[in-house]
């Protein structure tokens, strides 16, 4: 059986210092999870793995004992070449991501081919009540939509979001720094108009001050944009 198989390969590639790493980096998973393979080599054991007939029957066994296991069922379906197994595979996978690692190393290549079905896809998932399902689409639309295949509804449908998820919120602030380096006159008046809540506004404030893309004097500007706190 290739489950077996698999994970019998996982812990010949274990590295217990390096699962306790990422215990640390990912709190909301159980470090009994963590087998503690490093991530080359789980992208090198996907590509190999995403070429057996069959690895379905790994893809299938859902959800997964392992966070290592996880990792590798991203990995195999950010290789596959047909865009509709592709697409139902993450779709199936993604109620089962529970952790900011999974959901943001997950990028199938052959989606830049597929963008117009992509983004049905998308609108979908960012109505989902899974965090990490929200964040996934989110990851998708910094991705593939900042750049050529930019539209102003875009920012719009992330702003629209609102939740009590620091991972959603976390995804939103970054998509947002981003988008102000890819889009930035497009993209100004949601922080201009405080569209974002407080505690995502400043922190896409913070990450665009951070990042090299973003000039001086757009910063500055930035940082002038802040919302301060209440007085208690």
Not at 84 to 108: E, H, K
Not at 184 to 208: G, M
């Amino acid at each position: 059986m290739i489950i077996e198989e698999i994970r019998s390969r996982l812990f010949e590639m274990q590295d217990r210092k390096y699962a306790g790493f990422q215990a640390g980096l990912i709190p909301n998973v159980s470090p009994e999870r963590m087998i503690g393979v490093r991530t080359p080599d789980l992208r090198k054991y996907a590509k190999e793995l995403a070429k057996r007939e069959d690895v379905d029957d790994f893809l299938e066994a859902l959800p997964h004992d392992y966070f290592d296991e996880d990792q590798l069922h991203a990995f195999i379906l950010s290789e596959m070449k047909d865009y509709d197994r592709c697409i139902a595979g993450v779709s199936t996978f993604l109620p089962y991501v529970n952790n900011w690692a999974t959901c943001d190393q997950m990028s199938p290549k052959v989606f830049k081919k597929h963008k117009d079905e992509l983004l049905k896809n998308v609108k979908k998932w960012l109505k989902s009540k899974d965090t990490y399902t929200v964040r996934f689409a989110i990851g998708m639309l910094m991705e593939h939509f900042l750049d050529d295949d930019f539209d102003a509804k875009y920012p719009e449908m992330v702003a629209g979001i609102r939740s009590e998820e620091y991972y959603i919120n976390m995804m939103t602030a970054w998509y947002f720094a981003t988008a102000l380096a890819k889009q930035y006159d497009a993209v100004i008046p949601y922080i201009e108009e405080k569209r974002l809540d407080a505690w995502t506004h400043n922190k896409a404030i913070q990450k665009s001050v951070e990042s090299y893309r973003i000039t001086d004097e757009q910063k500055a500007y930035l940082k002038g944009l802040k919302i301060k706190a209440s007085p208690k």
